[in-house]
């Protein structure tokens, strides 16, 4: 297993839709297993695959606390079938490192999808989870929390970036 390059914000890559798994060969498992171990070493609670680089719906989850035991979850090829409420919480990206924003979402989620064998998988979440595979499954179609605010909280962001990126680049 090895840590792999978290991609960050404004990388085309997180801005793209990604493609659904066919193989579930070594290839897709290898791949599976370094996400894993990305995602603990961050430390983060999620990962999507197009957040290392690969343009493949593939996600990890393990949204446990230090002092539970873990709840990881791998999930391809997954998709929303329902929603329930709304929610509103601080949430923040392994892509966008630093920033932090209030990000209304829904209360309750169904998913399906398959796991890291093929098989297929249906899960009902709310609180911390839902928020959780809301924010992965957008990875997987293109879209990062800052697409989930309100436009003005967005161009503040950008000139924020812009601004310490000026900076960074001297
Ligand atoms: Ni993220």
Do not use: W
């Not at 090895?2 to 997180?14: C, D, F, Q, S, W």
């Amino acid at each position: 297993m090895a840590v792999l390059n978290i991609i960050k914000y404004p990388a085309e890559v997180l801005k793209k839709k990604t493609k659904p798994v066919s193989d579930f060969g070594p290839g897709l498992q290898k791949l599976i297993d370094d996400m894993i171990e990305t995602m603990y070493a961050a430390p983060g609670v999620g990962l999507a695959a197009n957040q290392v680089g690969v343009s493949k719906q593939v996600t990890v989850i393990d949204v446990s606390s230090r002092d539970e035991t873990s709840s990881l979850l791998v999930l391809v090829n997954p998709e929303i079938i329902h929603k329930e409420g709304e929610n509103s919480s601080e949430e923040g990206c392994l892509s966008i490192p630093e920033y932090t924003t209030v990000v209304k979402r829904a209360e309750i989620v169904k998913v399906k999808g398959l796991d890291r064998n093929g098989a297929p998988i249906e899960i009902e979440a709310e609180g911390l989870l839902a928020r959780a595979l809301q924010h992965e499954i957008d990875h997987l179609n293109g879209f990062l929390l800052i697409d989930r605010i309100g436009r003005i909280k967005r161009e503040f962001f950008k000139k924020r970036y812009a601004r310490e990126h000026a900076i960074s680049n001297g």
